[in-house]
């Protein structure tokens, strides 16, 4: 091991120490009974292991017992049964006893995770936060994940003498859907029976439909001839014609925009366009295809239900033409950009004009439904004229193309759509706070599919 490393390792095992010292100084606690017995079944969590896809090592059910505790025990007594439990889980049903050093460290790291999620959800809890306490503790997850995942991958690096993003990246395959997952439901679980809501366990079911999508990929590999890489694109005369319809309906949508454009919130909007802007950013692009998805529908879903026609349509175009535009793997020609702004923005007016109809404006009283119709209305339209796309492109059946869109991008649109759903919900309540409060989620989200997505298209290509 490296001088580096050893410093390291030291280093983290102090700043651990020093937060214990911290919690046993300021101990407070409720009734003694049921500490004991949250102590014992915390215990018994870590005892039990899983052993998730992918990935040499295993996980306990400990962390959801730490997620527990940050929403509804003292800093003291979560501490000490999360320190309590890593050294249970470390040193008992292992097939190999660590070194002291090594159970040190581990002790080390979850109590310095432990005290950056509590601390975090605390502040988000009393600053009118506690209407929606699964997306708090969503965000509290991804914190822990986020410090305790990088104090492991910093050791890691110095050993193998790589670099830290190499390491770190590994981790969002497997552990991070674990994490969200689990922090999800200890929130919903932690609601009061008066405040909960049904709908709201509607957030479960995307987020274990994209680990459904991963184990999926598991066994994915390119068809032959299919290559993942891009090339120049030569439209034929079908598709050119097509693609200029298109931009021709989305020159009507512009004319939209110019000729009802008005905004209730102005400062709102230029908000949430320039979240739109950088979340276009985050893109993946798919195997076999040219196109790319990014995390931007998520700010457009919440614009359909909560702005203007306009606005939404506005929205819509800078989601289109940024993806287009930023970092491209080779420079799109015009008629690329002005396509797949186009086809965002029709779908976006579709999406806008059905939730009207069946919900009116505003919609902030059937917020579930709608969104639930909003992204169904969205993902449909914009794939079917991607779809169509495709079709004139390779000259294969509109439904090949269409499956091959589905295959790639279903998961992805559900899981932004509860992040939008979460946003919407505590718009009313906390203001701008919750777009900060799930982006950063869906930011992680979008690093995990991107490593996932890049695992399965570095995979050997079937004969």
């Not at 990935?55 to 025990?73: H, R, V, W």
């Amino acid at each position: 091991m490296t001088t580096q490393a050893k410093i390291y390792i030291y280093g983290v095992i102090a700043v651990g120490a020093a937060v214990i010292a911290a919690a046993l100084a300021n101990w407070t606690a409720g009734n003694p009974a049921i500490w004991v017995s949250y102590v014992v079944l915390a215990g018994l969590a870590s005892i039990v292991k899983l052993r998730l896809p992918g990935l040499e090592g295993t996980y306990s059910l400990g962390f959801l017992f730490c997620m527990f505790g940050i929403a509804q025990l003292s800093f003291g007594e979560t501490l000490v049964a999360t320190c309590l439990g890593a050294l249970q889980g470390s040193v008992l049903n292992v097939k190999k006893r660590p070194a002291p050093i090594q159970l040190a460290f581990n002790v080390a790291n979850v109590s310095i995770s432990a005290a950056a999620g509590f601390f975090l959800a605390r502040v988000m809890l009393t600053s009118g936060m506690a209407s929606y306490r699964p997306a708090v503790m969503a965000l509290v997850a991804c914190v822990y994940f986020a410090v305790n995942t990088s104090l492991v991958s910093g050791v890691l690096a110095l050993v193998a003498n790589k670099r830290l993003a190499e390491t770190s990246e590994a981790w969002y395959l497997w552990s991070f859907p674990y994490y969200l997952i689990g922090s999800t439901l200890v929130g919903l679980l932690s609601i009061s029976a008066e405040t909960r809501h049904l709908e709201a366990w509607l957030i479960v079911v995307p987020l274990v439909y994209l680990v459904h999508f991963f184990v999926g990929l598991l066994e994915f590999r390119l068809p032959s001839g299919v290559s993942h890489k891009t090339t120049d694109l030569i439209l034929p005369p079908a598709a050119g014609r097509y693609a200029r319809l298109m931009v021709l309906a989305g020159v009507l949508v512009v004319a939209i925009i110019c000729m009802q454009w008005h905004s209730q919130d102005l400062r709102r909007f230029v908000i949430f366009a320039a979240i739109v802007a950088i979340c276009a950013c985050l893109k993946v692009r798919l195997p076999g295809m040219t196109a790319t998805i990014s995390i931007s529908f998520v700010p457009l879903l919440v614009g359909v239900v909560e702005f203007s026609l306009a606005e939404a349509l506005c929205l819509a175009l800078i989601a289109g033409v940024m993806q287009c535009i930023w970092r491209p793997r080779q420079r799109p020609s015009a008629i690329q950009v002005c396509f797949n702004a186009a086809c965002l923005s029709i779908s976006t007016l579709l999406s806008v004009a059905v939730c009207r109809l069946l919900f009116g404006s505003p919609v902030s009283q059937s917020v579930v439904p709608a969104l639930i119709v909003a992204v169904l209305v969205l993902y449909a339209c914009n794939s079917f004229l991607v779809a169509a796309m495709l079709s004139l492109i390779q000259g294969k059946p509109m439904y090949t193309g269409w499956r091959q869109c589905s295959f790639w991008s279903l998961s992805y649109y559900m899981v932004g759509a509860a992040a939008a759903g979460m946003i919407t919900t505590t718009l009313n309540v906390s203001g701008g706070q919750s777009v900060l409060l799930i982006l950063p989620i869906m930011a992680m989200v979008y690093v995990c599919y991107r490593a996932h997505v890049t695992a399965a298209i570095n995979r050997p290509v079937q004969a």
